[in-house]
């Protein structure tokens, strides 16, 4: 993307969390962001990420990485702290996390289902994003700060093998909406992205992926799939001061999916 002198993100300082690699929707959100004048700092769940996620993020002028796993208040708690130390503040944070165990996204719900498989699903899909606003409050307030999460249409309508994530997902929108209440009159605003499937590291091994992808360009108006730079460029757009009147929304990014009912009904007789 051309990059002018000044973005619509420029003098910003915002933390991303999950970028594993490349291919993370995280990356494609701290591409545009970088794009468009942000400051980063990345987080990474384990030392196993370091090195992948350090070496992208110097592509985008990073300076600090802190490993941060968010099923612990205390990593959370960590991190926040380095955070005060390097910059004092924060204008926003992404949260592009989310983990079931394999088990659970295989197969029929009520046969898949566990009450382990949703109390993980639910602690690190969904209260992290709780959990990273709570502890980052301190250092955002009164700066028109912004959070950022990912949800997918899963949450809404059923699909095959989704399952506990769906159930997540519901949550984690209602969680935008709440966050979003609780933390609108300190002018921080919250918002999510609900975006087409994308063959990133979370979706590898996921049973018909591929079919799920050829299903949705079929069916899509805009006859494709997304890209991480297009959920970028949104999110981009919802931290900054372009969307300073916009909290509590559910963007879709998902070449227009979600407005179909029925296909072209090429495949019926
Ligand atoms: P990804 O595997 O690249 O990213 C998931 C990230 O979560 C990884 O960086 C991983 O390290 C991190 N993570 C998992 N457990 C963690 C923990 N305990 N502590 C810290 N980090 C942890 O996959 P992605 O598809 O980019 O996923 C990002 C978000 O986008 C997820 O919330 C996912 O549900 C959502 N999403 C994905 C798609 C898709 O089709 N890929 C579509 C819509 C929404
Ligand atoms: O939110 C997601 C990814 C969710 C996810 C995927 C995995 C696979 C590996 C969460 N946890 C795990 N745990 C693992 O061990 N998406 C929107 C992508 C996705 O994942 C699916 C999908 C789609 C779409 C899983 C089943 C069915 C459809």
């Not at 805009?222 to 559910?250: H, W």
Request: aromatic share 8%; net charge negative.
């Amino acid at each position: 993307m051309l990059k002018l002198d000044m973005g619509f993100l420029e003098g910003k300082k915002i933390l991303i969390v999950g970028v594993a690699n490349k291919f993370s929707i995280a990356s494609g959100i701290a591409e545009s962001m970088h794009n468009q004048g942000a400051e980063l700092i990345l987080s990474y769940q384990s030392e196993r990420l370091k090195d992948k996620v350090m070496k992208l993020g110097n592509t985008w002028g990073c300076e600090t990485y802190i490993e941060c796993d968010v099923s612990s208040d205390e990593s959370i708690s960590n991190m926040m702290d380095v955070i005060k130390n390097k910059w004092g503040y924060l204008d926003g944070i992404v949260h592009a996390v989310g983990f079931a165990p394999a088990n659970e996204l295989d197969g029929d719900f009520v046969e898949a289902a566990t009450r382990e498989g949703f109390k993980i699903a639910h602690d690190i899909s969904v209260y992290s994003f709780t959990a990273l606003a709570k502890a980052g409050n301190s250092l955002m307030t009164g700066r028109n700060a912004s959070l950022l999460t990912l949800s997918y249409l899963g949450a809404e309508r059923t699909l095959p093998n989704y399952n506990v994530m769906g159930v997540a997902k519901a949550a984690l929108e209602s969680t935008t909406r709440y966050l979003a209440n609780s933390l609108g009159p300190q002018g921080i605003r919250v918002n999510a992205i609900s975006a087409g499937p994308v063959k990133t590291l979370a979706a590898s091994g996921v049973k018909s992926f591929k079919k799920m992808l050829t299903y949705n360009a079929e069916r899509a108006p805009l006859k494709r799939n997304i890209s991480i730079s297009e959920v970028g460029n949104a999110g981009a757009f919802l931290c900054s001061d372009l969307a300073s009147g916009i909290t509590g929304e559910i963007l879709y990014v998902d070449a227009g999916f979600n407005i179909t009912a029925m296909g072209d009904l090429t495949e019926i007789n």
